[in-house]
């Protein structure tokens, strides 16, 4: 007898890295997952855990992702896969903290050329940076780089916003972050 699991409590094994031939096609794979990861799994530490390393695993040409985390008027280092990085960097400092000030994604196709880019990994050439807002209030920030300049278009963007929704409406975040 077939049995419907649906998508939450997905194995952790389950998730693998498979070539599809659009971003599309990649992007619905990876929220997915995502979906499943986090759908049934109450704490926020876990979960953006695990949001960071199905972006770490899956995404192609990437050396780091992850969170910060806006607390006490500034953004702190959350979880991440990737060199260590900086722990603080203020509102309206660096892309992380414009597209936090702005409350919009930054897509920025070779960080050389942003005024004030914070270069945690000097490997780093590309970046986005989509805000994580609930109830109009700023959580923090989704962070991915890239040692490929131009790695990120309009495709990554819509989708990676969707993967920051997924992250909105399922992770309860403390009251200190919101
Ligand atoms: N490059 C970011 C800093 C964070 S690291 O990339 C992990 C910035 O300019 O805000």
């Known amino acids: 007898m077939a049995v419907w699991v649906g998508i939450c409590g997905v194995a ?17 794979y990876l929220n997915l997952k995502l979906t499943g990861l986090i759908c049934e799994e109450p704490d926020w530490l876990a979960n953006l855990s ?29 979880p991440f896969q990737g060199r260590p990085a900086c722990t603080h960097i203020k509102i309206g400092k660096g892309v992380c903290g414009t597209a936090a ?22 490997a780093s050439n590309s970046e986005i940076v989509v805000p994580i807002i609930k109830d109009d209030r700023l ?3 989704l962070d991915i780089d890239s040692p490929v300049i131009g790695r ?6 819509k989708h990676l916003e969707r993967f920051v929704a997924v992250i909105v409406r399922y992770v309860n975040f403390p009251e200190c972050f919101v």
């Open 12 to 28: 952790m094994n389950d998730i693998k890295k498979i070539n599809f031939d659009s971003k599309d096609k990649f992007y619905n």
């Open 50 to 78: 695990n949001a960071a390393g199905v972006l770490w695993l899956l995404l192609e040409d990437i050396n780091w992702a992850g969170f910060y985390l806006y607390k006490n008027e500034e953004l702190i280092l959350g």
């Open 101 to 122: 000030e702005t409350k919009e994604t930054q897509l920025i196709k070779n960080v050389h050329e942003f005024p004030g880019h914070i270069a945690c990994d000097s």
């Open 139 to 141: 959580i923090g920030v």
């Open 152 to 157: 990120f278009d309009e495709k990554d963007r």
